[in-house]
T-cell receptor, first 113, second 111 residues
Framework: DAMVIQNPRYQVTQFGKPVTLSCSQT?????MYWYQQKSSQAPKLLFH???????NEADTPDNFQSRRPNTSFCFLDIRSPGLGDAAMYLC????????????FGPGTRLTVL | GESVGLHLPTLSVQEGDNSIINCAYS??????FIWYKQESGKGPQFIID?????DKRQGQRVTVLLNKTVKHLSLQIAATQPGDSAVYFC??????????FGKGITLSVRP
């Protein structure tokens, strides 16, 4: 089945130790998004790629970076995780940006020790 | 650790009853709306969507109603089942083509 896959599902890292989360999709969608979701809150958009074009949200900390080496894969890099970065990280895809449904992966739960 | 967010409002319904989940959106220019269901520890799952040129859309056991005059969206679930227990988010797609999520409502189904 076409889908959005995230690995790992659970990630534990140490304070300040870089971590990379991965997302892949078999939907062949042009747009890939990364969201951060904290407990009992709505997902918060960090950035998105429209094809190879990177679009950062104004309030996304510099600590968060992203790479999209090809259509199928997108990575979220957290350069120096702080305790406040512990959250669920969600990847989503859509065929286009305007008025298209976003389909979410299962998420990666990040714990920072 | 993770910061503590606000407790989500909760709707409690009896199994078999109909559920109505309401959402107010903010941007009158929004032209596309989606309801997502999120179960504990999982990503949001698409339920149903509606465009601004419609005021009602039906799916299997679910209906979405859109009232653009008062900027109100609702999700109706018929014959609510235990498996419907989850957090429900409405989302609007505005002029900037980004999804803006509502706060989320917890649906709890009593057996």
């Amino acid at each position: 089945d076409a889908m959005v896959i995230q690995n790992p599902r659970y990630q534990v890292t140490q304070f300040g130790k870089p971590v990379t989360l991965s997302c892949s999709q078999t939907l062949n969608h042009n747009v890939m998004y990364w969201y951060q979701q904290k407990s009992s809150q709505a997902p918060k958009l960090l950035f998105h790629y429209y094809d190879k074009d990177f679009n950062n949200e104004a309030d996304t900390p510099d600590n968060f970076q992203s790479r999209r080496p090809n259509t199928s894969f997108c990575f979220l890099d957290i350069r120096s995780p702080g305790l406040g970065d512990a959250a669920m990280y969600l990847c989503a895809t859509s065929r286009d940006r305007s008025g298209d449904t976003q389909y979410f992966g299962p998420g990666t739960r990040l714990t920072v020790l | 650790g993770e910061s503590v967010g606000l407790h989500l409002p909760t709707l409690s319904v009896q199994e078999g009853d109909n559920s109505i989940i309401n959402c107010a959106y903010s941007n009158s220019a929004s032209d596309y709306f989606i309801w997502y269901k999120q179960e504990s520890g999982k990503g949001p799952q698409f339920i149903i969507d509606i465009r601004s040129n419609m005021d009602k859309r039906q799916g299997q056991r679910v209906t979405v109603l859109l009232n653009k005059t008062v900027k109100h969206l609702s999700l109706q679930i018929a014959a609510t089942q235990p498996g419907d227990s989850a957090v429900y988010f409405c989302a609007e797609n505005g002029a900037n083509s980004k999804l803006t999520f509502g706060k989320g409502i917890t649906l709890s189904v009593r057996p």
